[in-house]
């Protein structure tokens, strides 16, 4: 009967528990990587989108603010060019001609509902020809528009600061000069602008949902406002910020994120200076509703990387788990349940590996099977507890006297094979007689004392394991028939 059989294909080595960790860590720490990544990119894009509209906003609305005044420069431009400068005095010296200029600008004042007033000065401010008739003859040198007019550059229009009517209106004054043919300045015109149409433009005005969009003078005066605060109108921003822009003589707009003073409300906001004149538009958007988008990315990321990683935890809890029972079953597969050594099996698995090693690297090996004497006497006499506690000690000292190179293993019964790596039968042979002497000289169990038979061959070329442990095998029988308690060498 064959005692030997080729073992199945040697399983691929199981990945180790800290690899599956590293593994594990890396994998979380890329999705971690590529998610913080994702919302950097998708946060600065939701702020750049935002930026853009403000912008986009600001831009257009102080476009509008630039035109919005080319009437009343036309309106100025032409009575300015068809007034002879002689006529600017008062009182006038032609009664006739001065009424005459007077309806002209009436009509000229009528032609555009902001304008509230249209008059001509002289060049010591003194009214000469109004579209009211009420300041007629009055001077009017300490207001700021007629300091104005008479800074350089002359020949420009000139627009004064916002400033608050006694009808509790909100008004600028835009001039432009009268030139005499001698090249001095003879006197000006003079329209009083009403900004309400301001609040009515930006109520009409079609922005984006969140978004708000303000005038102010460069005194810090709110002018109009969507969507409209009624409170606010007329009121003074007192910021440092926009105090330091509309202060300053740079024209480049500024974007930044603040709460707003007027209402609370954290906003993305841009500063823009309306060219030639004294207006600045803000326009801002929420900073929630901005970001309300990548919030929602925010939470389902987090959500998402929080999943990811409880679920690669588990699986390498999971994994590692069945690796340690694999190789629990393996263990118990391979190993000897009594005495702890490598079973028949196992030992089987082993030293075919070793035949094929031999053959390869022209190596040699020894095994040596090792029967205890009288062992069924001992079972009879003690009973099978003492029996198998004679069998673990067997083992026990085997293992101690054996080299770590060596394998000892359980052959069945009371019969135990060992494996000599890189051992001839003679070596093989005082290893074995050293075991032997051992075990006789040692008490197992209180006076209980064991020999051993053993049985020793060699590997030789050709041979499979059935071969060789046949030998060995045949020198055992060899020794329990001279005597026991004996060494023999296989022939």
Known sequence: MTIF???PSEKISQLKPHYAWIIALSIMLIFLIISGIELFVSYNTAIQKASEQIQATSFLTAEWLGTSFDTPRYILKDVSNEINPAEIQYPSDNPYQHLERTNHIIRKAQTNSNVLFLGIFDKECTITHTSIGSNLG???????????????PIEVFKMSNMFVSTTNKMNVTMSYP??????EMAGFVLAGLDLSFFQQWLDRLDKAEGMVVSIFDVNQ???ARTPFIANAIGNRLDDPIFYQFATSSDTSTLTFRVTSPIDGINR????????DQPFIVVSGVSTQKTLSAWRVKLVVYLIGNFLLIAITLFAVQKFNYSQQ???SMENLANTDLLTGLTNRRSFIEMLQRRIEEADRYKQTFSIIMCDIDHFKLVNDSHGHDVGDLVLVAFAEIAQSEMRTSDTVARWGGEEFIVLLPHTNQHMGFELGERLRKILAETPIHSTIRISVSLG???YQEHDNGNTLIKRADD???????????RTEIAT
């Open 5 to 7: 059989m080729k073992p």
């Open 138 to 152: 009055q001077n009017f040198k300490d207001f700021e528009y007629c300091s104005l007019v008479f800074q350089e």
């Open 178 to 183: 009268v030139i005499a043919p001698d090249g």
């Open 221 to 223: 005066s709110l002018i």
């Open 268 to 275: 993305m906001w841009t500063f823009r200076r309306v060219q």
């Open 325 to 327: 029972l694999a190789k």
């Open 456 to 458: 020793v061959s060699e």
């Open 475 to 485: 020198a055992l029988y060899r020794a329990k028939n001279q005597g026991r308690n």
